[in-house]
């Protein structure tokens, strides 16, 4: 049993604030995800919780416990780091039994438990061997290994595959998802990869600058993101954003942009000015029934879908379609939006006009 709640954690660096006033929570057995891009606090987050950086202010609290003071030894938590740190002059028995070795623990209860961690992660016939010869996937499993033989209450990893070519990168995260689903550890991991994020998180904290943009599933993410940072950091083409001004009540329902009146899923929080509609380009079908004009610049051909790049009255737009539908270079088309999955934004805080009705989404204004 792990749970972690983290409440208005704070780190800064002398005048330099590197988490600024983070609070969410990671349930018992979930695989979470702190992502967000290059220096945004993720893995200061990740030390705070493991006990190797110490908050400014703020507290964390394991199984209902403040531990946001005491140090790494004394808070059972294990931390896998992106470089496999295991001991060269040892072999992979003697690496994954040194944590009970030191704890005092009997041969004969290290050798049994040796034995069924190396079993779960398919290590067996290599126990004897040094680990200087191993190959990256396998130094990967061992330093996984000596992590899982001490059953701590949670993991923390950080960006523990980043160090793995593509291909191979994609299989371990099979392999740990699966490992994490048989062991149902309370698992944190960082990534800069959204798409890592979604494939294997229960849930996802997206940090920008120090700060939590939104925390959820990976479909409310995908689906209800919380500001135009998330909506444009998650998914591959990202969502397209067209600005127009418009004024909006608290309840309404539609939105008047230009000529149009645009059905919106939910109803909104109150907005004047400069406002931001967010669709994703599988959403945008071409018709000539389309409202907004557009002309097609480019075709990029993917297999079973094509991304089909427009200029429109609200510059430049990505649709994604199906690969059989004929589209040609420079023709001219209409634009349908499936209003069931837009997102209006505030353009002056970039966030999602999200009320009323509000699902969780972290509230930030
Ligand atoms: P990356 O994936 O590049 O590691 P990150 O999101 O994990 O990014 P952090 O490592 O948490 O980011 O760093 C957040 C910011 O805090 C960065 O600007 C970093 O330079 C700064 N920082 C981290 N540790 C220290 C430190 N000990 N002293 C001063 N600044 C620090």
Same mark, same amino acid.
């Given at each position: ?17 590197? &988490? ?9 057995? +979930? ?7 290059? =220096? ?9 919780? !493991? =006990? ?13 416990? +403040? ?15 992106? /470089? ?19 704890? #005092? ?9 040796? !034995? ?39 993991? /923390? ?9 593509? $291909?191979?990168? +994609?299989?371990? *995260? ?18 800069? %990869?959204?798409? $890592? ?22 479909? %409310? ?13 998650? #998914? ?29 899923? $939910? ?28 002309? &097609? ?11 089909? &790049? ?28 499936? *209003? ?19 699902? =969780? &989404?972290?509230?930030? #204004?």
């Amino acid at each position: 049993m792990a749970e972690i709640v983290i409440k208005n954690l704070r780190k800064d660096f002398g005048d330099f604030t590197a &988490v600024q006033e983070s609070s969410f929570t990671i349930e018992d057995g +979930e695989f979470f995800m702190l992502l967000g891009p290059s =220096g945004c606090g993720k893995t200061t987050t990740l030390r705070m919780i !493991a =006990g190797l950086e110490l908050p400014t202010s703020g507290e964390i609290f394991l199984d209902g416990e +403040e531990i946001s003071q005491r140090p790494p030894s004394k808070r059972d938590i294990a931390f896998v780091f992106q /470089m496999f740190a295991l001991y060269p002059h040892l072999n992979v028995r003697k690496n994954i039994s040194y944590p009970l070795a030191s704890q #005092g623990m009997k041969r004969r209860d290290i050798k049994a438990k040796v !034995a069924e961690v190396s079993k779960i992660l398919g290590i067996e016939h290599m126990l004897d061997k040094p680990v200087g010869g191993l190959s990256g996937g396998d130094r990967q499993r061992v330093a996984l290994g000596r992590a899982i033989v001490r059953e701590p209450k949670a993991f /923390m990893m950080d960006e523990p595959l980043g160090a793995l070519d593509a $291909e191979f990168r +994609e299989h371990m *995260s099979e392999e740990l998802r699966a490992l994490h689903d048989r062991m149902g550890a309370t698992t944190v991991y960082v990534t800069h %990869d959204q798409l $890592e994020a979604m494939q294997m998180g229960d849930k996802i904290v997206v940090m920008n600058n120090a700060v939590v943009e939104q925390f959820g599933t990976p479909r %409310d993410i995908y689906n209800k993101p919380a500001s135009v940072f998330v909506a444009d950091f998650i #998914g591959s083409p990202s969502m397209n954003f067209l600005p127009f001004n418009g004024t909006v009540k608290s309840g309404d329902t539609t939105v008047q942009m230009g000529q149009q009146r645009i059905v919106v899923p $939910e109803q909104l929080t109150s907005a004047e000015g400069e406002l931001i509609l967010g669709i994703r380009p599988e959403n945008i079908s071409l018709s000539d029934n389309g409202a907004v004009k557009s002309s &097609v610049v480019a075709l990029e051909y993917l297999g079973t879908t094509q991304i089909v &790049v427009l200029d429109s009255e609200y510059g430049e737009l990505k649709a994604r379609v199906d690969a059989a539908q004929p589209v040609a270079v420079g023709e001219n088309v209409g634009l349908e939006f499936d *209003s069931a999955t837009i997102t209006l934004f505030a353009k002056s805080n970039g966030r999602a006009l999200r009320s009323v009705l509000n699902d =969780g &989404v972290f509230p930030h #204004g």
